[in-house]
């Protein structure tokens, strides 16, 4: 590996990332053949293929799975010097990569903006997923902090509760039972069900507290997107549970049913794994997170409780 140059290791993350030797020299601004020169001589220093081509699909060889592990660690120790340079010149600087649930999309975006402005040299990739997908995403390294609503289980993390997240029957707003007052869990079988899809953190809690009361729902349609069974449940195709903070921009068009056993209370957690050490850039938006998940709820406390007055 003497022979490996700081450049080649670059080609080969971004080409080993993609699976595309094309997409890294897109990624790069460079050519394709340029591409293909670095890695070839890569795979010489290294005295093993790196990739096998299946098809038209490329694929990482033991070597180069070992290679692209070892680059991430090398990278990620580069890009935590750079950020220990600009913090020891009075600066925060650096990429700051946050994976949050789909339901975090509502609010985590809106902290942003302020902590953008704070810090102007802090550069931010924001993935929105699924319970299951943040879950893959931790185990393989990819992200420094991670939103989510229910601490996993089986992987050793440290976590953080910072905001109630509470889960409500979501209904039209002319809907028979919107006036109603503390519906039996029961009458939820007589309601077509929209349910979030396989994976989502949302529909395990959901289905933990019907199994819990031994309620079976009709699922009419199965959704993976919170906004996309606002739309349905809207259009009049059903009801669902939802996160009360999908709520925040479009109250009126819907109301929160009174159900037994509803708010189910969960909260939202600022997760990162056990014996991460986290970057400067990290434990500034950690700490930032925090503090301004507090101001926030006290300022949007007024506008929400106002949707409430209307919907209910
Ligand atoms: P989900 O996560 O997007 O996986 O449903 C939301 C949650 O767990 O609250």
Same mark, same amino acid.
């Given at each position: 590996?003497?022979?490996?140059?700081?450049?080649?290791? &670059?080609?080969?993350?971004?080409?080993?990332?993609?699976?595309?030797?094309?997409?890294?020299?897109?990624?790069? %601004?460079?050519?394709?053949?340029?591409?293909?020169?670095?890695?070839?001589?890569?795979?010489?220093?290294?005295?093993?293929?790196?990739?096998?081509?299946?098809?038209?699909?490329?694929?990482?060889?033991?070597?180069? *799975?070992?290679?692209?592990?070892?680059?991430?660690? /090398?990278?990620?120790?580069?890009?935590?010097?750079?950020?220990?340079?600009?913090?020891?010149?009075?600066?925060?600087?650096?990429?700051?990569?946050?994976?949050?649930?789909?339901?975090?999309?509502?609010?985590?975006?809106?902290?942003?903006?302020?902590?953008?402005?704070? !810090?102007?040299? /802090?550069?931010?990739?924001?993935?929105?997923?699924?319970?299951?997908?943040?879950?893959?995403?931790?185990?393989?390294?990819? +992200?420094?902090?991670?939103?989510?609503?229910?601490?996993?289980?089986?992987? +050793?993390?440290?976590?953080?509760?910072?905001? +109630?997240?509470?889960?409500?029957?979501?209904?039209?707003?002319?809907?028979?039972?919107? &006036?109603?007052?503390?519906?039996?869990?029961? *009458?939820?079988?007589?309601?077509?069900?929209?349910?979030?899809?396989?994976?989502?953190?949302?529909?395990?809690?959901?289905?933990?507290?019907?199994?819990?009361?031994?309620?079976?729902? &009709?699922? &009419?349609?199965?959704?993976?997107?919170?906004?996309?069974?606002?739309?349905?449940?809207?259009?009049?195709?059903?009801?669902?549970?939802?996160?009360?903070?999908?709520?925040?921009?479009?109250?009126?068009?819907?109301?929160?049913?009174?159900?037994?056993? %509803?708010?189910?209370?969960?909260?939202?957690?600022?997760?990162?794994?056990?014996?991460?050490?986290?970057?400067?850039?990290? *434990?500034? !938006?950690?700490?930032?997170?925090?503090?301004?998940?507090?101001? %926030?709820?006290?300022?949007?406390?007024?506008?929400?409780?106002?949707?409430?007055?209307?919907?209910?």
């Amino acid at each position: 590996m003497n022979q490996a140059t700081l450049h080649q290791l &670059k080609v080969f993350e971004a080409a080993a990332r993609h699976g595309s030797f094309t997409r890294a020299a897109e990624e790069l %601004f460079l050519t394709q053949p340029t591409v293909s020169m670095q890695i070839k001589q890569l795979t010489k220093s290294v005295g093993l293929p790196l990739f096998e081509q299946v098809g038209k699909r490329l694929y990482l060889t033991e070597a180069g *799975r070992e290679l692209f592990a070892t680059c991430r660690q /090398i990278f990620d120790n580069i890009a935590q010097f750079e950020m220990k340079v600009a913090d020891l010149k009075g600066l925060k600087q650096g990429q700051l990569r946050l994976a949050v649930i789909t339901t975090a999309k509502y609010f985590i975006p809106r902290l942003l903006g302020p902590f953008c402005q704070l !810090y102007p040299g /802090i550069d931010i990739s924001l993935q929105v997923t699924n319970h299951e997908r943040i879950l893959e995403r931790m185990m393989n390294n990819m +992200d420094d902090l991670y939103i989510m609503s229910q601490v996993p289980e089986h992987v +050793d993390v440290n976590c953080q509760p910072f905001l +109630d997240n509470p889960l409500v029957v979501f209904a039209p707003v002319n809907h028979p039972l919107a &006036k109603e007052k503390n519906i039996p869990i029961q *009458r939820l079988t007589n309601e077509p069900f929209i349910m979030r899809e396989p994976g989502s953190g949302t529909r395990r809690a959901v289905q933990n507290l019907l199994d819990e009361h031994g309620v079976t729902v &009709k699922v &009419k349609l199965e959704l993976g997107s919170n906004e996309a069974i606002k739309q349905a449940i809207a259009g009049g195709l059903g009801i669902s549970v939802l996160s009360r903070h999908t709520l925040l921009s479009d109250a009126s068009e819907f109301s929160i049913l009174d159900v037994q056993y %509803f708010p189910v209370k969960r909260a939202w957690y600022i997760v990162y794994p056990a014996g991460k050490q986290l970057s400067i850039v990290a *434990r500034t !938006y950690y700490e930032y997170l925090l503090d301004a998940a507090q101001k %926030f709820v006290a300022s949007t406390q007024q506008t929400v409780a106002s949707e409430y007055v209307q919907v209910e």
